[in-house]
């Protein structure tokens, strides 16, 4: 008699231990809020001669009710992209690696040459004047933002 009631017993923690759907089908992905972070003005320095390293500067801001926290970054014309900063110590340009770079709410984090920068690391391909490249920047929540850098000689103007 005790067969009788453990294979619905157990069926029924597996049923109520399930998540609930939070889409009409199977593989949707849930609806999120329209991104309020974005990179304004960004762009890549072209170097005079071809470089396995670059650099993308811009600034990145925060219309969130929230602060945001940018923990990654990532291209698909690029090996490799990190967050990093440049800074004066004792006479001498440091630049360190930046695991989480903060974005305040209603403000912004400027990306600028001689301060924090994109380090954009094997390029597909040379790049050219005025091309535009894809970006993703991950947040500390899961969400992804999508922007993009264009190649130019210099910042572009405001």
Do not use: Y
């Not at 199977?26 to 071809?50: F, N, S």
């Not at 050219?128 to 993703?136: I, S």
């Amino acid at each position: 008699m005790r067969t009788q009631w453990i294979l619905p017993f157990w069926l029924s923690l597996a049923v109520a231990a399930m998540p609930l759907a939070t889409s009409a089908h199977p593989g949707d992905k849930p609806a999120q809020a329209p991104a309020c972070l974005v990179v304004e003005d960004g762009w890549i320095r072209l170097p005079p001669t071809p470089r396995p390293m670059l650099a993308g500067f811009g600034r990145i801001a925060n219309r969130c009710k929230e602060g945001q926290a940018v923990v990654a970054v990532r291209s698909p014309r690029f090996g490799e992209v990190s967050l990093h900063e440049t800074r004066m110590v004792d006479g001498v340009s440091r630049m360190r690696e930046l695991e989480r770079l903060p974005v305040p709410a209603g403000g912004q984090a400027v990306l600028q040459p001689g301060g924090l920068h994109l380090m954009l690391m094997e390029p597909d391909a040379v790049l050219a004047e005025g091309e535009r490249v894809p970006l993703v920047l991950m947040l500390d929540d899961g969400r992804e933002i999508g922007a993009e850098l264009v190649v130019a000689k210099a910042a572009p103007s405001p």
